[in-house]
């Protein structure tokens, strides 16, 4: 068993939020994964779970987080080489959508290595001093599906102290939205 730890992917899309519903139609969490074992090797997941703005910890169900994700690796005439692959977790093989509904903040994960999983005795690998494994994980939130009474919210200060003596001002705002949202402004 090789230990990876613990990581977690912060998502500032809610960070000032008050209230409303989001539905992402199509989440995706993929995970990158490199090894340098010459040996199989399969995931173990620890921890994988989303944080939403109400202060829940949801977990991520799949059967690939029950029978662990099979990590590529490299063969006994390719020494010294890292194999990469990528699995992606998404509606079809697991609760994300419904998760994502919720309001995420972050999506924590702990994912270990668990090699030669099917114990073979009689396979020849390797692992060298400079064998690793490696996974990183990437959130993706397509701007598509449905929103109902979404509100968020951020407030500036601005110090007008320095401007006593001042008769007039004007204030000038400009606003760039990139996603498919009216948005309302008041100040």
């Not at 692959?85 to 509904?101: A, C, E, Q, R, V």
């Not at 903040?105 to 020849?124: I, L, M, R, S, W």
Request: proline fraction near 4%; aromatic fraction near 14%; hydrophobic fraction near 35%.
């Amino acid at each position: 068993l090789y230990e990876g730890g613990r990581d977690t992917v912060k998502i500032d899309f809610f960070q000032n939020y008050i209230k409303g519903d989001i539905y992402f139609a199509d989440p995706k969490v993929s995970f990158f994964l490199e090894n340098a074992f010459g040996i199989p090797s399969r995931s173990i997941v620890r921890d994988f779970k989303v944080f939403t703005v109400d202060g829940r910890q949801l977990g991520i169900e799949s059967v690939f987080l029950r029978n662990g994700i099979e990590f590529p690796y490299p063969r006994i005439n390719e020494v010294g080489q890292t194999k990469r692959d990528t699995f992606t977790f998404d509606k079809t093989n697991s609760n994300l959508d419904i998760l994502f509904g919720s309001g995420p903040t972050a999506v924590a994960y702990d994912v270990d290595a668990f090699t030669n999983p099917e114990g073979n005795t009689g396979q020849k690998g390797f692992i060298t001093d400079k064998s690793f494994y490696r996974v990183q994980v990437e959130v993706e939130l397509p701007l598509y599906g449905s929103v109902s009474n979404f509100v968020a919210q951020d407030l500036y200060d601005i110090d007008l102290e320095q401007y006593k003596k001042i008769k007039e001002l004007e204030f000038k705002v400009v606003a760039d939205n990139d996603i498919p949202l009216d948005i309302a402004m008041q100040g």
